[in-house]
């Protein structure tokens, strides 16, 4: 395990420590893409840092991980080298989930990835060092993610829903960073009026949903006369027997993938079908 300790840092000083070393880790190596978390946490052991990383080392056993401790404003910095900021919003899932049963989760939680987020200067650690130990409230979201990309003019719309909200969360920010505005819901019903209320170019929805299950969410939205031609539905499901795939299509889907899937097929299909 890589630590360091910061234990008597200024913020500024912390900005200054996360650009150094994040600078060195993608000048002096291979690795493009350096991905952060950084978290309020409870002072952690030499144990529990063990246990946090081995935590995040389940999704991958050779991820690359440098810990640090910040012990005065008690923040805990995570480095992940070669990460997207996809997979550390990912990673960040299960990190939040161990410091929370852990008792260790003490606030406010930011991913980044550099260059994804922004360049990685001295500013841009600043204002990602400011979102977890600034005054200002939290967003509704539990973990904020930190970005000064621009947003385009015109954002391609997407409803996806799915029980997974951990499927959601990885979805909406991937999918976010390429431009799409996601809105994730959980059922069918709560998916439907997301549609009304927002008609998306995109439906993206799994079959076995609770509420309305995914079949009858498509059939309310072709016989909807403001819906039917305003957006196109793509089924991602568990479900993979031919006839009900074939029932999907006859339904009016424009596709259909199975799971397990891959990440970049789907965004793929998405372009395609926007086109």
Not at 15 to 26: A, K, W
Not at 27 to 55: K, Y
Request: glycine share 4%; net charge negative.
């Amino acid at each position: 395990m890589n630590t360091s300790s910061l234990s008597k840092s200024a913020p500024s000083v912390l900005s200054r420590h996360l650009y150094q070393q994040v600078h060195r880790l993608l000048q002096d190596s291979v690795w493009e893409s350096c991905g952060v978390i950084a978290v309020q946490a409870n002072p952690m052991g030499s144990m529990e840092l063990q246990d946090f990383e081995t935590r995040l080392r389940i999704e991958d056993t050779s991820l690359s991980v440098i810990l640090s401790y910040e012990e005065r404003e008690q923040l805990l910095l995570v480095a992940l080298p070669g990460q997207t900021l996809a997979y550390t919003h990912f990673l960040s899932l299960s990190a939040k989930s161990f410091l929370q049963n852990a008792g260790f989760l003490a606030g406010k939680m930011a991913v980044a990835a550099f260059p994804e987020s922004a360049t990685p200067d001295e500013e841009a650690m600043s204002e990602f060092i400011a979102l977890v130990l600034g005054e200002q409230a939290a967003p509704e979201q539990d973990i904020i993610v930190y970005s000064r990309q621009a947003p385009a003019n015109e954002t391609p719309s997407i409803v996806m829903i799915d029980q997974n909200t951990d499927l959601l969360d990885f979805m909406q920010t991937r999918l976010g960073f390429q431009g799409y505005d996601v809105r994730p819901a959980q059922d069918g019903l709560e998916g439907l009026n997301l549609i009304n209320e927002t008609t998306p170019d995109l439906v993206i929805t799994e079959l076995t949903l609770p509420a309305l299950d995914g079949y009858q969410l498509i059939h309310r939205i072709r016989q909807s006369r403001s819906l039917k031609n305003q957006c196109k539905i793509m089924v991602l499901t568990d479900l993979g027997l031919d006839h009900e795939l074939s029932k999907c299509f006859d339904l009016g889907v424009s596709d259909v993938i199975k799971k397990p899937f891959s990440p970049v097929e789907l965004e793929a299909r998405i372009r395609r079908l926007l086109a």
